[in-house]
């Protein structure tokens, strides 16, 4: 059981380059989220999905774009590198369970430059 | 501003004596709060959480103390371990079901042999 994995491990962009950073959960949640990680600071939410089909956006979503066409895969797409991109990003996935709150679970990672 | 507060960016204990970890958050809606432990290179782990309906929860070498009244809470690990060592964050979920978490800055905790 893999549980959620993300690649690429780390990746050099350039300005104004863009890249997708995959993110795969093989425990059949339903929810999963985008965060990142800026140095000294804690995850902020960048986007989130309830489902396949369903995305909305969380605390710092500009310069990002997401999609969700599997329950299984909820990929990040930057379309513009900037250098305020420079971060640590996670992505998330939990159970949807009613009155009970469910944990979240973690992927290893993608740290991402922008020089 | 900051939701949720670690005001400790960092902790440094000897092995077997108590670790106290401190949490601040200021909005008081806010009713389930979780711990999170994260080494270099690895995403978060899930270690403890607390409703609010409580004021106490533990878990072995782990407690997580909540003070409703402070807005304040606290984790206890007893006795710490050099495998403790890691960076500790403070959450909270928003209401609703999305059921997102809101992360402190967090404390790196270092347990020296």
């Given amino acids: 059981n893999a549980g959620v994995t993300q690649t690429p491990k780390f990746r050099i962009l350039k300005i104004g380059q863009s890249m997708t950073l995959q993110c795969t959960q093989d425990m059949n949640h339903n929810y999963m989220y985008w965060y990142r990680q800026d140095p000294g600071m804690g995850l902020k939410l960048i986007y989130y999905s309830v489902g396949a089909g369903i995305t909305d956006k969380g605390e710092v979503p500009n310069g990002y774009n997401v999609s969700r066409s599997t329950t299984e895969d909820f990929p990040l797409r930057l379309e513009l590198a900037a250098p305020s991109q420079t971060s640590v990003y996670f992505c998330a996935s939990r159970e949807q369970t009613s009155g009970r709150r469910e944990t979240q679970y973690f992927g290893p990672g993608t740290r991402l430059l922008v020089l | ?113």
């Fill in chain 2, 1 to 113: 501003d900051q939701q949720v507060k670690q005001n400790s960016p960092s902790l440094s204990v000897q092995e077997g004596r108590i670790s106290i970890l401190n949490c601040d958050y200021t909005n008081s809606m806010f009713d389930y709060f979780l711990w999170y432990k994260k080494y270099p290179a690895e995403g978060p782990t899930f270690l403890i959480s607390i409703s609010s309906i409580k004021d106490k929860n533990e878990d072995g070498r782990f407690t997580v103390f909540l003070n409703k009244s402070a807005k304040h809470l606290s984790l206890h690990i007893v006795p710490s371990q050099p495998g403790d060592s890691a960076v500790y964050f403070c959450a909270t979920l928003t209401q609703g079901g999305s059921e997102k978490l809101v992360f402190g800055k967090g404390t790196k905790l270092t347990v020296n042999p």
